[in-house]
Each structure stands twice: as structure tokens, then as C-alpha cells.
């Protein structure tokens, strides 16, 4: 089945305890994509990727790291979690510009 | 920056009714898209609509773009109780390498 997988579905987590979202594509997709979702801020992207090794920011990169070492992984890495990144987190992929997106179940994050 | 704006933030219909939900964005497209979200889920893909096309349809969703207006509609027809779900538009933008989404209508389809 054409998917993107997140894991965990479910975190808690203290401020400044690195973690990361692991994310994988199993459609050889070359876009990938961060955004985060909040009451009243809606969807905002966080980092997207082009292709292998090939990263930019999105509208909130803060306090987040990306790689793109392999084509189906994207991992979203939190070096120093704080309270004001608890939301709800999406990876999404697509095969090129001009398609839509699959997007993964999301991650909920909660940071205390 | 959130580029879609949606109308209405909320909609309350019965099952059997038309459902119609408006999205006005700001800059010139590629395409834009629609999107369905069940509470606290992951966005599904309804349809793609591209700038040089005016309407489109899939099953029971249609959908119109008006680029000289800046808008778009999706209508679902004959609705359903599984229809029930938040809807957002999201853009593409020309030279723009990311979907800019709207805040979304919040549907619900009462049986």
C-alpha cells in the first residue's frame, strides 16, 4: 500500500530532551515535507525537501533539523525541544511540483 | 504566511443536502488543491485543479477556479454522514516549493 509512515504516533517529552520524528515514503517520491498544525495558524510548512540531500526551510524552520540522506526517509529532529513545539506534526510526500500529497497519520507532540 | 482563505470556518448541513465551501487566495497558482481531514487524522487528497482549468470533478466533488477572482469552490453533492470532516484549500504557488493551506471549514453532516 502507497503510504508515508510516521513514528511515534504519540510523544511526550521534556523541554530540551532531543528527539525525532522519523518519516518514510514507500512511493519513490522526490518532494518531501515538514508542517506542523495549530488551533488558529492552521497548516505551516516547516522544512521541505527537493531530493537526496537536498533541504530548504519552510515558514518556521526554528528550532528544527532536517536530513534527506536516503530518498524514502525524511527525519524531523528536535535538538532542544521547548513547550512552544507541542503540536501536531505531518510528513508529506509527492511525486514532483504540481502533484498533491500523501500525507502521513501525524504525530502528536506534546513538550513539558 | 497563510495564503487560502476559507468560507465558511463552519457548516452544519443534513444528510441528502449539497455541501459548498469557497476558497480565496492572494498570489498567482500552479494548481490548487483540496484536502480532507478527519478530527486529528492525516490530510487525504480530494483533487488537484489546475490554472488553466475553470472546473473538475470526481465522484461526488466538484470543483471550480476562478484565477481572475482569485477563488475556488468545492461542492459535494448528496451528502453523507462519512463526509463529516474539516476541508482545506492549499495553493501552489508559482516559484514556490511548498502548499500554502487555508484555515479550513469544519463540515458536518447531520443525519
Known amino acids: 500500500e502507497a503510504q508515508v509512515t510516521q513514528n511515534p504516533r504519540y510523544l511526550i517529552t521534556v523541554t530540551g530532551k532531543k528527539l525525532t520524528v522519523t518519516c518514510s515514503q514507500n512511493m519513490n517520491h522526490e518532494y518531501m515535507s515538514w508542517y506542523r498544525q495549530d488551533p488558529g495558524l492552521g497548516l505551516r510548512q516547516i522544512y521541505y525537501s527537493m531530493n537526496v540531500e537536498v533541504t530548504d526551510k519552510g515558514d518556521v524552520p526554528e528550532g528544527y533539523k532536517v536530513s534527506r540522506k536516503e530518498k524514502r526517509n525524511f527525519p524531523l529532529i528536535l535538538e532542544s525541544p521547548s513547550p512552544n513545539q507541542t503540536s501536531l506534526y505531518f510528513c508529506a510526500s509527492r511525486r514532483d511540483r504540481g502533484d498533491g500529497y500523501t500525507f502521513g497519520s501525524g504525530t502528536r507532540l506534546t513538550v513539558v | 504566511s497563510q495564503q487560502g482563505e476559507e468560507d465558511p470556518q463552519a457548516l452544519s448541513i443534513q444528510e441528502g443536502e449539497n455541501a459548498t465551501m469557497n476558497c480565496s487566495y492572494k498570489?498567482?497558482?500552479?494548481?490548487l488543491q483540496w484536502y480532507r481531514q478527519n478530527s486529528g487524522r492525516g490530510l487525504v487528497h480530494l483533487i488537484l485543479?489546475?490554472?488553466?482549468?475553470r472546473e473538475k470533478h470526481s465522484g461526488r466533488l466538484r470543483v471550480t477556479l476562478d484565477t481572475s477572482k482569485k477563488s475556488s469552490s468545492l461542492l459535494i453533492t448528496a451528502s453523507r454522514a462519512a463526509d463529516t470532516a474539516s476541508y482545506f484549500c492549499a495553493t501552489d504557488g508559482k516559484g514556490a516549493q511548498k502548499l500554502v493551506f487555508g484555515q479550513g471549514t469544519r463540515l458536518t453532516i447531520n443525519p
Open positions: 485543479i489546475r490554472s488553466n482549468e
Open positions: 498570489t498567482s497558482i500552479n494548481n
